[in-house]
């Protein structure tokens, strides 16, 4: 069975500080990872995904990801913070299949951006 | 592109009504979408898979008569709790899948009083 460990649940970080989110996967075949965030009482925005090819990924908003398959870890950066990265980010693992992304969610990291 | 609308963004309602949440995908055909289910400063759980002109396929311990989801075209999945109680208070989700990934309503916050 596949399952997503986000080892922190809060992190606290220095506006323009860098900031790093763990997540080890687990995970049968070839794995697609995805980091996701939410702003409380909101949807889930993609910030950026890995399905194949080069292993740093980058997304939106700054973000970048590196997969490791000798970790199983698809940890999260972003150089310099903002005080509107404030919010939750979910590391999810599923399958690309014919019939869509069916994820399985770590537990989340609550991230606080002081001043 | 790949925008998923998810209606209503919050719902209060009485103990023993039903309450539908629509989840429409604006912009791309999903023949399959996602439910989930979300508690409180908790991850996402999946509910059930929504499959276009078929049943929905509910995971284990999920209630199928209680949660019924009807998937009647390519862009809108709906889904209705049945006679709702306040243990059926919490934030619901859904995603539809693109060739880019899977997209995410905005989400509804069910309270049932």
């Known amino acids: 069975a596949q399952s997503v460990t986000q080892p922190d649940i809060h992190i606290t970080v220095s506006e323009g500080a860098s900031l790093e989110l763990r997540c080890n996967y687990s995970?049968?075949?070839?794995?697609?990872l995805f980091w996701y965030v939410q702003s409380p009482g909101q949807g889930l925005q993609l910030l950026l995904k890995?399905?194949?090819?080069?292993?740093l990924v980058q997304g939106i908003k700054g973000f970048e990801a590196e997969f490791k398959r000798s970790q199983s870890s698809f940890n999260l950066r972003k150089p310099s913070v903002h005080w509107s990265d404030a919010a939750e980010y979910f590391c999810?693992?599923?399958?690309?299949?014919?019939?869509?992304?069916?994820?399985?969610f770590g537990g989340g990291t609550r991230v606080l951006v002081k001043p | 592109g790949a925008v998923v609308s998810q209606h209503p963004s919050w719902v209060i309602c009485k103990s023993g009504t039903s309450v539908k949440i629509e989840c429409r995908s604006l912009?791309?055909?999903?023949?399959?979408m996602f439910w989930y289910r979300q508690f409180p400063k908790q991850s996402l759980m999946l509910m059930a898979t929504?499959?276009?002109?078929?049943?929905?396929?509910?995971e284990q311990g999920v209630e199928k008569d209680k949660f019924l989801i009807n998937h009647a075209s390519l862009t809108l999945s709906t889904l209705t709790v049945t006679s709702a109680h306040p243990e059926d208070s919490s934030f619901y989700i859904c995603?539809?899948?693109?060739?880019?990934?899977?997209?995410f309503g905005q989400g509804t916050r069910l309270t049932v009083v």
């Open positions: 995603s539809a899948s693109s060739g880019r990934g899977a997209f």
């Open positions: 995970y049968g075949a070839t794995p697609y």
């Open positions: 890995y399905f194949s090819g080069d292993t």
């Open positions: 999810a693992v599923g399958a690309l299949q014919a019939a869509g992304n069916k994820l399985t």
């Open positions: 912009d791309f055909q999903a023949t399959t």
């Open positions: 929504s499959n276009e002109g078929s049943k929905a396929t509910y």
